[in-house]
């Protein structure tokens, strides 16, 4: 069976070369560590993406993605993007935000959706990393300078 999607005929239609790894979400596979062993990745290759919101009125919602097994450092983000603050959206609010489910939130599926997108700059260690394909169960492997490219993100230090 081949996965499709709208984020793989995104990146079709872009020419972009990827790989689709799927896993079973419905068995408990939910943090990114977990998804790394089940596709057979490092953690740090696999890249998990967080919504994030600024203290400042009219401000986009970001996406942040960052390395599985880190956890965001708000006070950097806010440093980088310039903000006095920074918070995580809740779940309910991410997936209202996104239309996505959490766990299945991609940078890759929001393309020209109006956020903002912040890589941690640890991704560039890599060739290629992983990210959510737009749905619980599935993860993109691409490369690099291609996923930057195709959302526009900023490639920042969040460590």
Same mark, same amino acid.
Request: charged share 25%; glycine share 8%.
């Given at each position: 069976?081949?996965?499709?999607?709208?984020?793989?005929? !995104? =990146?079709?239609?872009?020419?972009?070369?990827?790989?689709? @790894?799927t896993y079973d979400y419905d068995a408990g596979i939910h943090s990114a560590v977990e998804v790394a062993a089940a596709v057979?990745?490092?953690?740090?290759?696999?890249?998990?993406?967080?919504?994030?919101?600024?203290?400042?009125?009219?401000?986009?919602?970001?996406?942040?993605?960052?390395?599985?097994?880190?956890? =965001?450092?708000? /006070?950097?983000?806010?440093?980088?993007?310039?903000? /006095? /603050?920074?918070?995580?959206?809740? @779940?309910?609010?991410?997936?209202?935000?996104?239309?996505?489910?959490?766990?299945?939130?991609?940078?890759?599926?929001?393309?020209? /959706?109006? !956020?903002?997108?912040? =890589?941690?700059?640890?991704?560039?260690? !890599?060739?290629?990393?992983?990210?959510?394909?737009g749905e619980r169960g599935a993860q993109i492997v691409l490369p690099v300078r291609d996923l930057v490219k195709v959302t526009?993100?900023?490639?920042?230090? =969040?460590?």
């Amino acid at each position: 069976m081949t996965f499709k999607n709208n984020v793989t005929r !995104f =990146l079709d239609s872009k020419r972009i070369d990827y790989a689709v @790894h799927t896993y079973d979400y419905d068995a408990g596979i939910h943090s990114a560590v977990e998804v790394a062993a089940a596709v057979g990745m490092s953690g740090e290759q696999v890249f998990k993406t967080l919504v994030a919101l600024a203290d400042q009125p009219g401000r986009k919602p970001m996406l942040v993605v960052i390395p599985g097994p880190e956890t =965001l450092d708000l /006070k950097a983000l806010a440093k980088v993007v310039g903000v /006095k /603050k920074a918070k995580m959206a809740s @779940h309910d609010q991410a997936e209202a935000l996104t239309g996505l489910q959490t766990g299945g939130i991609s940078p890759l599926a929001l393309v020209n /959706k109006g !956020f903002d997108v912040y =890589l941690d700059g640890r991704a560039q260690a !890599f060739e290629e990393i992983a990210v959510s394909a737009g749905e619980r169960g599935a993860q993109i492997v691409l490369p690099v300078r291609d996923l930057v490219k195709v959302t526009r993100a900023r490639v920042v230090a =969040l460590e």
